[in-house]
């Protein structure tokens, strides 16, 4: 008895199976549009501390998304906070203006020498850009972005204009209402 019951149950598994791997007829269109996409992050500006940190909860200083809402988070790096305590966010935007010239000078940077000087433990700053679709992503990263030592002058101009771009969009951030 026990026989047949697996045998039915095997053979009734691999009809249903079978049938479902054989249709090939194209799946049905929703009736209706889905739910508009979230925006997504376009740009994050994130400072590593200097030194060796052993929190782990740091966060990107600024998210600025696609739709050009943005959420800054000023004590993101604060030594003061202590990792339980969750770090402040701030909705705001960026306006369009400074993300089409902060997008021009990201694209630019990533054709520059930014250097690595022979400075240690002193921290870094990044910038990202995600692009949609992602192919052509943009991360740069300056370690040490007040030392010099090691730095020729087209480095160090280089990573004026990176410091400029960071400070730029972190200043052109506008709180919500």
């Given at each position: 008895m026990?026989?047949?019951?697996?045998a039915?149950?095997?053979a009734?598994?691999?009809?249903?199976?079978?049938?479902?791997?054989?249709?090939?007829?194209?799946p049905?269109q929703?009736?209706?549009?889905?739910?508009?996409?979230?925006p997504?992050v376009?740009?994050?500006?994130?400072t590593?501390p200097?030194?060796w940190?052993?929190r782990v909860d740091?966060?990107?200083q600024?998210?600025?998304?696609s739709?050009g809402?943005?959420?800054?988070?000023?004590?993101?790096v604060?030594?003061?906070?202590?990792?339980?305590?969750?770090?402040k966010?701030?909705n705001?935007?960026?306006?369009?203006?400074?993300?089409?010239?902060?997008?021009?000078?990201?694209?630019s940077?990533?054709?520059v020498?930014?250097?690595?000087?022979?400075?240690?433990?002193?921290?870094?700053?990044?910038?990202d850009?995600?692009?949609?679709p992602p192919n052509a992503?943009v991360?740069l990263?300056?370690?040490?972005?007040?030392?010099?030592d090691?730095?020729g002058?087209?480095q160090?101009a280089n990573?004026?204009?990176f410091a400029?771009?960071y400070k730029k969009?972190?200043?052109a951030?506008?709180?919500d209402?």
């Amino acid at each position: 008895m026990r026989r047949t019951t697996v045998a039915l149950l095997v053979a009734m598994l691999a009809l249903e199976v079978g049938s479902g791997t054989a249709a090939s007829a194209p799946p049905q269109q929703p009736s209706a549009l889905p739910p508009a996409a979230e925006p997504l992050v376009l740009f994050t500006l994130t400072t590593i501390p200097d030194g060796w940190q052993s929190r782990v909860d740091l966060r990107p200083q600024l998210e600025i998304f696609s739709d050009g809402k943005a959420v800054k988070i000023p004590d993101a790096v604060a030594a003061d906070r202590t990792p339980d305590v969750s770090p402040k966010r701030i909705n705001g935007h960026v306006p369009p203006e400074v993300l089409t010239a902060a997008l021009a000078e990201t694209r630019s940077l990533t054709a520059v020498d930014l250097g690595v000087p022979r400075a240690t433990d002193q921290g870094s700053q990044i910038i990202d850009y995600m692009s949609q679709p992602p192919n052509a992503d943009v991360h740069l990263i300056v370690y040490a972005p007040q030392a010099t030592d090691g730095l020729g002058a087209e480095q160090q101009a280089n990573r004026k204009r990176f410091a400029d771009l960071y400070k730029k969009l972190l200043d052109a951030f506008v709180q919500d209402n």
